[in-house]
């Protein structure tokens, strides 16, 4: 089972950055499609961006053009740097991996808080 250290979360105004990271363990790095979902209160968990482990990416419309996915394969990190932020981008963000080998199973992680207000 892969476990997770997720950090970067916090408060940031309108139009500013955020980096959020996720060190993983307990799993084979290079078999993981890394992702970042989240999730707002009343809302339904919303995935926002993955990336395979030949660094293929994908994002959610919400994140085009504003936020991008990478992972690091020595440090066994994924990252997701968040720019222009409003509020709609607050939310819990939940960083997760998926083994290409046992496709049907997600391990999550704890969740970072991202808050964006004045």
């Known amino acids: 089972q892969v476990q997770f250290v997720e950090s970067g979360g916090g408060l940031v105004q309108p139009g500013g950055s955020l980096r959020l990271s996720c060190a993983v363990s307990?799993?084979?790095?290079?078999?993981?499609?890394m992702g970042w979902s989240r999730q707002a209160p009343g809302k339904e968990r919303e995935l926002v961006a993955q990336?395979?482990?030949?660094?293929?990416?994908s994002y959610a419309d919400s994140a085009k053009g504003r936020f991008t996915i990478s992972r690091d394969h020595f440090t066994k990190t994924a990252f997701l740097q968040m720019t222009d932020l409003t509020p709609d981008d607050t939310a819990v963000y939940y960083c997760?991996?998926?083994?290409?080998?046992?496709?049907?199973?997600?391990?999550w992680g704890q969740g970072t808080q991202v808050t964006v207000s004045s």
């Open positions: 997760h991996a998926r083994d290409i080998r046992q496709p049907t199973l997600t391990d």
């Open positions: 990336i395979t482990p030949g660094s293929g990416a």
């Open positions: 307990g799993g084979i790095f290079s078999y993981l499609v």
